[in-house]
């Protein structure tokens, strides 16, 4: 079946494999990044809402300098460095740009990195260091400032030491519940806070 089609392909004039292989694009390749140009939309007005400033040295000096992977590139004047929309986010130099949507939506739903790769059809390492570099960002975030009414709760978690070489109790099986019910040192407390406005912010207490 695929020879028939090569072959049929191969008998069309040149200017009409040309269309027929940018309709083929259109419909395989490009849609695939559809979920994020709302994203980079997003990305830019935040990042560069009150002016346009080099990323790496704060310059306001900066001019287009091409275009790369249909990215607008800038280069700054007073340092000499490129930098584009993306320079220092977690999706930066990506190969799997349109991915990314979908990656975010299963890891919020709670989906193990080795579901995510299959679903994907990524590698589990590659899983993986997308998460480290969520994770990462996440973290470098820092405190949000709250206004006007402010309400707070907790919540408490179970804690997972895997991966941790010295235990400070004994291992447990999974799915199994912890022997203390309700506060107990065996929970994390966690902490979130949220303003009218939106803003939310969540912080690890301590435990118990």
């Known amino acids: 079946m695929l020879k028939d ?25 490009d849609n695939e990044n559809e979920d994020m140009k709302g ?34 590139r800038y280069l700054c004047r007073d340092c000499g460095k490129l930098f584009n ?10 190969r799997y740009l349109g991915k990314w949507a ?7 739903e709670g989906y193990t990195l080795p579901k995510i790769a299959k679903r994907l059809k990524i590698h589990i390492s ?36 895997k991966g941790r070489r010295a235990l400070d109790r ?8 912890n022997k203390k019910r309700g506060i107990s040192n065996l929970k994390i407390a966690v902490v979130v806070s949220h303003d009218r406005n939106g803003q939310v912010i969540s912080q690890k207490a301590g435990t118990g």
């Not at 979908?102 to 919020?108: A, E, L, P, T």
């Not at 993986?128 to 570099?133: E, G, V």
């Open 126 to 161: 590659t899983a993986f260091y997308w998460q480290h570099k969520i994770l990462f960002a996440l973290r470098s975030m820092g405190f949000q400032m709250l206004k006007g009414i402010v309400e707070s709760g907790e919540t408490f978690i179970k804690e997972s030491l």
């Open 170 to 177: 004994k291992p447990k099986k999974r799915g199994g519940r």
């Open 39 to 72: 994203a980079f939309t997003t990305i830019r007005e935040t990042r560069f809402k009150e002016g346009l400033d080099c990323i790496h040295c704060g310059g306001v000096k900066e001019k287009r300098n091409g275009k790369y992977r249909n990215r607008q």
């Open 5 to 29: 089609i090569y072959a049929n392909f191969s008998d069309l004039p040149k200017h009409e494999q040309i269309n027929l292989f940018n309709l083929l694009k259109e419909d395989f390749i």
């Open 85 to 94: 929309d993306l320079t220092n986010t977690p999706i930066s130099g990506t």
């Open 102 to 108: 979908k990656y975010f939506q299963m890891m919020v």
